[in-house]
């Protein structure tokens, strides 16, 4: 038979799924999309993957994985053209900050396939999918039935990226989702006492409100980050002499 030891698109998630979680068919269809696989056809249009071609998925999982290097040059470096990953070293290393820095204003105004976490924001699909069942972030789904992630959220994924290297992780965010509840009405209130000036555009006081908002943020994540220092170093009131 032609497709003698050649497996199906479906059995290949499945045999790579133990090791890769997050793999799926589509994932795998994205990067045929993107011209990193190229599997056989049979005359009815279905993909057949060879050894060759598993091996060279699992090459781009790993690298995905341990390296978070961007799709381009994965292809690259399979396709020998060595040195582009040479600016990715220290992607995955414990002590390099996800800080966010490269999600860029273009970025934060899309939407992204979840497939694509670990090129965009340097963060594996399985974190991402963490968060949102925290209630941390909330994905979209698209017409295709694709799992979305808001560009708006980008930083905060990386954000809590960094802390899950401190043992920080999703699951303990969730509280963090409970203050902003109930912290909100209160901002709310603030801002609705705010008075319009006089001669002020809706564009200016639309700005001001919002400049009001950063700061007020700033004062109370201030006052949150000091009482848990004291706590921390034994200085508050209710610590034994």
Request: net charge neutral; hydrophobic share 30%.
């Amino acid at each position: 038979m032609a497709d003698a030891g050649y497996l199906t698109i479906g059995k290949v998630v499945r045999k790579l799924q133990e090791q890769y979680p997050d793999l799926s068919v589509s994932k795998v269809r994205y990067l045929e999309d993107e011209g990193l696989l190229t599997p056989s056809r049979t005359p009815g249009g279905y993909r057949l993957y060879s050894s060759r071609d598993i091996q060279r998925l699992e090459t781009i999982l790993y690298l995905q994985k341990t390296k978070f290097l961007p799709l381009s040059v994965i292809k690259d470096e399979l396709d020998g053209k060595p040195g582009r990953s040479e600016g990715y070293e220290g992607t995955s290393e414990k002590d390099e900050p996800l800080t966010g820095e490269h999600i860029t204003p273009e970025l934060e105004r899309e939407l992204h396939p979840i497939d694509r976490m670990p090129e965009v924001a340097g963060v594996n699909i399985a974190l991402v999918r963490k968060l949102a069942d925290c209630g941390l972030i909330r994905l979209v789904r698209s017409p295709a039935g694709r799992d979305l992630v808001r560009g708006s959220d980008l930083k905060l994924i990386c954000t809590c990226a960094e802390l899950t290297r401190y043992g920080i992780e999703p699951k303990n965010l969730r509280q963090y989702v409970a203050a902003a509840n109930r912290e909100t009405p209160m901002f709310e209130q603030a801002l609705a006492s705010l008075s319009r000036h006089q001669g002020e555009s809706e564009s200016e006081r639309m700005l001001r409100r919002e400049m009001t908002l950063d700061r007020m943020i700033a004062l109370t994540g201030s006052v949150r980050s000091t009482l848990i220092k004291r706590e921390l170093t034994g200085d508050s009131p209710n610590a034994q002499g």
